[in-house]
């Protein structure tokens, strides 16, 4: 009797778990945020990694500015369902402004650790960048989702 009664949790667990995090609750969208600032990351990293011959500055920007227009999409697509709603171009105007002072952070943050550790590698480089991405991460999903969104 116990696994048919577990077999039922499981499978009415199925469709609260879709609801929590596909539905337009807050913290359905903060979730389905992160899980999009973690992709973007890792195109920004690959990016600033591929580019690093050009120079960490170079790298970071063309990093940035590509993970950003992919993060803006999957947002208004994914994160904030609201591709109906917005569309890209005025997704990519609005979220790219947002994205600037991203831009500004984390370019002081690479030259911070230019100034601090010379010489560092670009895995401590992009760790920087990515500690600032996290940091004002919050303050991007509060804007997006009130302003943008």
Not at 3 to 24: D, I, M, N, Q, Y
Request: charged letters at 10%.
């Amino acid at each position: 009797m116990s696994s048919s009664v577990e077999t039922r949790s499981v499978a009415h667990c199925g469709p609260r778990l879709k609801a929590r995090f596909l539905g337009e609750s807050a913290t359905a969208q903060f979730v389905r945020f992160v899980a999009v600032g973690v992709s973007s990351n890792v195109l920004y990293a690959g990016l600033f990694v591929a580019l690093a011959t050009l120079g960490s500055f170079t790298a970071n920007i063309v990093g940035i500015a590509a993970s950003t227009v992919l993060a803006n999409e999957l947002h208004r697509r994914h994160t904030f369902h609201a591709a109906a709603r917005v569309g890209w171009f005025e997704t990519q105007w609005e979220a790219g402004g947002l994205a600037l002072v991203g831009i500004a952070l984390g370019t002081a943050a690479l030259a911070a650790v230019h100034v601090l550790f010379p010489g560092s590698s670009s895995i401590v480089q992009i760790v920087a960048v990515i500690a600032v991405s996290a940091a004002t991460g919050a303050l991007r999903f509060l804007a997006l989702r009130g302003w943008v969104f």
